[in-house]
């Protein structure tokens, strides 16, 4: 079974090699190296897809750093890609990029699923400070809005050196755009509009942004005002209407900063309130109108202070996460409450170069507490600590890339028990020591090898060990485990790098090996896996390949194929995970022109049926969808406008999604007609 999903596999890297041959013979532009690397701000230049390799990235090694000397696999998604690709949800998208998925329910729930791990295996970042809300449950998506995020930067494999627990799967950064500046002492005030409508949940959306700069001091004092506002009715299926499954969403956001020569500080507050409908059977379930009422507030300060090519980043931020779980739409009682409040923080120094290596050196510290409320138990009361001390070193030598890190966490879960649950009084204590080592051979050249080791881990939460109740957000009785240990993982990464004039792209394989892998078991009735869920811990081994290639076919028409696929398995008891995608394949056929800014695609991607399910987990059929996009851009005197249209599964393809909690018993969405429109104000 594993040698058929590996054949499959095949068809896409025998295009790749077809297309590294092709660049490899082709003849080489005048245009250097460093002009084919710069980012493309906007869509009025050859737009910078999500395939390809980013410019310089953060979120990996802390540092800005090209790409392509970085060992570990990331990914970048901005500028016209990031705006015509997001969505209600950070899963949805992201879930164009090789090795991600969108752990899919209802219209307002997508969780990134990278490379067969989700939940709390995957790090979710604002801006570098990271966010913990509740992400342990299936149904409680990432509260972070990506509307107006200058990119999002995706870590592929264990990060647990620069994040600590939970970074098994991977991270994503929502990076904000920075603050204007009033260059000669020139006051700066602009805005930007973004609005779009979705068919397929009748789905409008707006984004509002003001900001502007003034001179201040020796520096200049920069400040932002956004708002976004979403609303999505029932979900529209060929096969009808699910009900309740609706949302509601809004989102507002200030910051102030001062940014001098020699010193920063930036100072941001943000709130969101969800509302969103949870659908369940209509079988087992008739007329369940269930809602959830998320309220999101988070507050940081960033500071940078620069000296000798040496500079110290200080980051401190709270952050409030409201969960309310009720029963159906018009009661005002709380069937499930769940409140954290966090405080995090961490220092960098970033120092110049010592014995030729460049890197940061830091500590990291968080402090959660949580409590429930409402008429239902899940979970008992519970205070969490961490603190971490890390290193990340990087260094060129000859033809050789090389990066190295290591850390040691100490983290602790106290509870002062729970009378309804039969649970008393407990403290537990966990460390863990994680380290990564890595190589690129000859960065710089057309082809590059590329190979990275990392250690990760993830401490046990609280409802891993103490969960014991009816969770009404998944419409299942989840029960959990005392006894758990801390999930360590060992991950190889080796990566195959294209980058001409022509063709670029990017074939990766990986095996990540889990030491007890913290997992919910079905228990429910036969076919219906999602029941009631209980904790266990076992052994656990993914093995996986991506693929991504970009081919510049004339100077307007362009090629995209990407592919992945994981194969995962309980070493323990030889059975599959739950919530691992099927092998998918995209091909795509792009034309852009440079001016008058105009662009349209025609894509097919293709879903296998995943022929290896977690217990009774159901398994739709393979799936083909066609999806169509045509735009334009026209420079104002305000500056840009962007006019995107989109088509997703043009000919109304009836089929149900693997990674969708709905698959039992609703399609997937049909025809779903997307027009998106933004300007510079």
Same mark, same amino acid.
């Given at each position: 079974?594993?040698?058929?999903?590996?054949?499959?596999?095949?068809?896409?890297?025998?295009?790749?090699?077809?297309?590294?041959?092709?660049?490899?013979?082709?003849?080489?532009?005048?245009?250097?190296?460093?002009?084919?690397?710069?980012?493309?701000?906007?869509?009025?230049?050859?737009?910078?897809?999500?395939?390809?390799?980013?410019?310089?990235?953060?979120?990996?090694?802390?540092?800005?750093?090209?790409?392509?000397?970085?060992?570990? !696999?990331?990914?970048? *998604?901005? +500028?016209?890609?990031?705006?015509? =690709?997001? #969505?209600? @949800? /950070? &899963?949805?998208? %992201?879930?164009?990029?090789?090795?991600?998925?969108?752990?899919?329910?209802?219209?307002?729930?997508?969780?990134?699923?990278?490379?067969?791990?989700?939940?709390?295996?995957?790090?979710?970042?604002?801006?570098?400070?990271?966010?913990?809300?509740?992400?342990?449950?299936?149904?409680?998506?990432?509260?972070?809005?990506?509307?107006?995020?200058?990119?999002?930067?995706?870590?592929?494999?264990?990060?647990?050196?620069?994040?600590?627990?939970?970074?098994?799967?991977?991270?994503?950064?929502?990076?904000?755009?920075?603050?204007?500046?009033?260059?000669?002492?020139?006051?700066?005030?602009?805005?930007?509009?973004?609005?779009?409508?979705?068919?397929?949940?009748?789905? !409008?959306?707006?984004? *509002?942004? +003001?900001?502007?700069?003034?001179? =201040?001091? #020796?520096? @200049? /004092? &920069?400040?932002? %005002?956004?708002?976004?506002?979403?609303?999505?009715?029932?979900?529209?299926?060929?096969?009808?209407?699910?009900?309740?499954?609706?949302?509601?969403?809004?989102?507002?956001?200030?910051?102030?900063?001062?940014?001098?020569?020699?010193?920063?500080?930036?100072?941001?507050?943000?709130?969101?309130?969800?509302?969103?409908?949870?659908?369940?059977?209509?079988?087992?379930?008739?007329?369940?109108?269930?809602?959830?009422?998320?309220?999101?507030?988070?507050?940081?300060?960033?500071?940078?202070?620069?000296?000798?090519?040496?500079?110290?980043?200080?980051?401190?931020?709270?952050?409030?996460?409201?969960?309310?779980?009720?029963?159906?739409?018009?009661?005002?009682?709380?069937?499930?409450?769940? *409140?954290?409040?966090?405080?995090?923080?961490? =220092?960098?120094?970033?120092?110049?170069?010592?014995?030729?290596?460049?890197?940061?050196?830091?500590?990291?510290?968080?402090?959660?507490?949580?409590?429930?409320?409402?008429?239902?138990?899940?979970?008992?009361?519970?205070?969490?600590?961490?603190?971490?001390?890390?290193?990340?070193?990087?260094?060129?030598?000859?033809?050789?890339?090389?990066?190295?890190?290591?850390?040691?966490?100490?983290?602790?879960?106290?509870?002062?028990?729970?009378?309804?649950?039969?649970?008393?009084?407990?403290?537990?204590?966990?460390?863990?020591?994680?380290?990564?080592?890595?190589?690129?051979?000859?960065?710089?050249?057309?082809?590059?090898?590329?190979?990275?080791?990392?250690?990760?881990?993830?401490?046990?939460?609280?409802?891993?060990?103490?969960?014991?109740?009816?969770?009404?957000?998944?419409?299942?009785?989840?029960?959990?485990?005392?006894?758990?240990?801390?999930?360590?993982?060992?991950?190889?990464?080796?990566?195959?790098?294209?980058?001409?004039?022509?063709?670029?792209?990017?074939?990766?394989?990986?095996?990540?090996?889990?030491?007890?892998?913290?997992?919910?078991?079905?228990?429910?009735?036969?076919?219906?896996?999602?029941?009631?869920?209980?904790?266990?811990?076992?052994?656990?081994?993914?093995?996986?390949?991506?693929?991504?290639?970009?081919?510049?076919?004339?100077?307007?028409?362009?090629?995209?194929?990407?592919?992945?696929?994981?194969?995962?398995?309980?070493?323990?008891?030889?059975?599959?995970?739950?919530?691992?995608?099927?092998?998918?394949?995209?091909?795509?056929?792009?034309?852009?022109?440079?001016?008058?800014?105009?662009?349209?695609?025609?894509?097919?991607?293709?879903?296998?049926?995943?022929?290896?399910?977690?217990?009774?987990?159901?398994?739709?059929?393979?799936?083909?969808?066609?999806?169509?996009?045509?735009?334009?851009?026209?420079?104002?005197?305000?500056?840009?406008?962007?006019?995107?249209?989109?088509?997703?599964?043009?000919?109304?393809?009836?089929?149900?999604?693997?990674?969708?909690?709905?698959?039992?018993?609703?399609?997937?969405?049909?025809?779903?007609?997307?027009?998106?429109?933004?300007?510079?104000?």
């Amino acid at each position: 079974m594993v040698i058929r999903r590996l054949s499959t596999f095949a068809l896409a890297a025998a295009a790749w090699s077809a297309t590294t041959l092709a660049a490899q013979r082709a003849p080489r532009g005048k245009q250097d190296s460093t002009t084919r690397d710069s980012t493309t701000r906007d869509s009025t230049t050859r737009d910078t897809t999500a395939r390809a390799l980013p410019t310089l990235q953060v979120t990996a090694t802390a540092v800005a750093t090209e790409a392509r000397r970085i060992a570990q !696999p990331t990914a970048l *998604l901005s +500028g016209a890609e990031l705006r015509r =690709a997001n #969505s209600a @949800s /950070l &899963g949805e998208t %992201l879930q164009q990029i090789p090795g991600i998925r969108s752990l899919s329910m209802t219209t307002g729930i997508g969780k990134p699923v990278i490379r067969g791990l989700t939940n709390n295996r995957v790090v979710t970042l604002a801006n570098g400070q990271r966010t913990e809300t509740q992400q342990w449950g299936h149904d409680h998506s990432p509260n972070v809005e990506s509307a107006d995020a200058e990119r999002l930067e995706v870590v592929k494999g264990p990060a647990s050196v620069l994040y600590g627990s939970d970074a098994l799967g991977g991270v994503v950064n929502v990076v904000r755009r920075p603050l204007p500046v009033a260059a000669n002492g020139e006051r700066v005030t602009r805005g930007r509009l973004a609005t779009a409508w979705n068919s397929a949940a009748h789905s !409008p959306s707006l984004t *509002l942004v +003001g900001e502007g700069a003034s001179a =201040a001091g #020796s520096g @200049s /004092l &920069g400040w932002r %005002l956004s708002g976004t506002g979403r609303r999505a009715l029932d979900l529209r299926t060929p096969g009808g209407i699910v009900s309740n499954t609706g949302n509601i969403t809004g989102y507002s956001e200030g910051a102030l900063g001062w940014q001098g020569a020699r010193s920063d500080i930036t100072a941001t507050g943000s709130l969101r309130d969800e509302r969103i409908q949870v659908a369940d059977d209509p079988v087992t379930a008739p007329n369940y109108t269930g809602r959830q009422q998320i309220r999101t507030q988070r507050g940081t300060v960033d500071a940078n202070v620069r000296r000798g090519g040496q500079r110290l980043q200080l980051q401190g931020g709270i952050e409030q996460n409201r969960r309310a779980e009720f029963g159906d739409d018009r009661t005002t009682d709380v069937a499930l409450g769940l *409140l954290s409040r966090t405080v995090s923080g961490f =220092a960098h120094w970033h120092h110049t170069p010592i014995a030729g290596a460049t890197g940061v050196v830091g500590v990291a510290m968080q402090h959660t507490r949580f409590t429930t409320f409402g008429n239902e138990t899940l979970i008992p009361d519970n205070s969490a600590r961490a603190l971490g001390v890390y290193a990340l070193e990087q260094r060129t030598i000859g033809d050789f890339a090389l990066s190295a890190g290591a850390r040691h966490d100490w983290r602790t879960l106290s509870t002062p028990g729970n009378r309804v649950l039969g649970l008393l009084p407990t403290d537990r204590a966990f460390t863990a020591t994680t380290g990564t080592l890595g190589a690129v051979y000859r960065p710089t050249s057309p082809l590059s090898v590329a190979v990275n080791v990392a250690r990760g881990f993830r401490a046990p939460s609280a409802s891993d060990l103490f969960a014991n109740g009816f969770h009404e957000g998944t419409r299942a009785f989840e029960i959990g485990r005392a006894d758990l240990r801390v999930e360590s993982s060992v991950n190889v990464d080796a990566a195959l790098r294209l980058r001409t004039a022509r063709v670029t792209g990017e074939l990766t394989g990986y095996v990540n090996r889990i030491r007890d892998y913290i997992y919910l078991t079905p228990v429910g009735l036969p076919g219906r896996a999602l029941d009631s869920l209980q904790i266990e811990q076992g052994n656990a081994r993914l093995v996986g390949a991506e693929l991504g290639v970009t081919v510049a076919l004339t100077r307007t028409l362009s090629l995209h194929t990407t592919a992945d696929l994981v194969h995962a398995t309980n070493t323990s008891d030889d059975t599959a995970l739950p919530f691992v995608p099927p092998p998918r394949a995209v091909l795509t056929m792009r034309w852009d022109e440079k001016a008058p800014g105009r662009h349209a695609s025609l894509s097919s991607e293709w879903n296998a049926q995943q022929t290896r399910t977690f217990r009774d987990d159901f398994a739709p059929k393979a799936w083909n969808v066609v999806s169509a996009s045509a735009g334009m851009s026209r420079l104002t005197p305000r500056g840009l406008v962007h006019v995107d249209l989109s088509v997703r599964n043009l000919f109304g393809t009836r089929y149900r999604d693997f990674m969708s909690r709905y698959k039992e018993f609703a399609d997937a969405a049909g025809r779903a007609v997307v027009l998106r429109v933004s300007a510079d104000l």
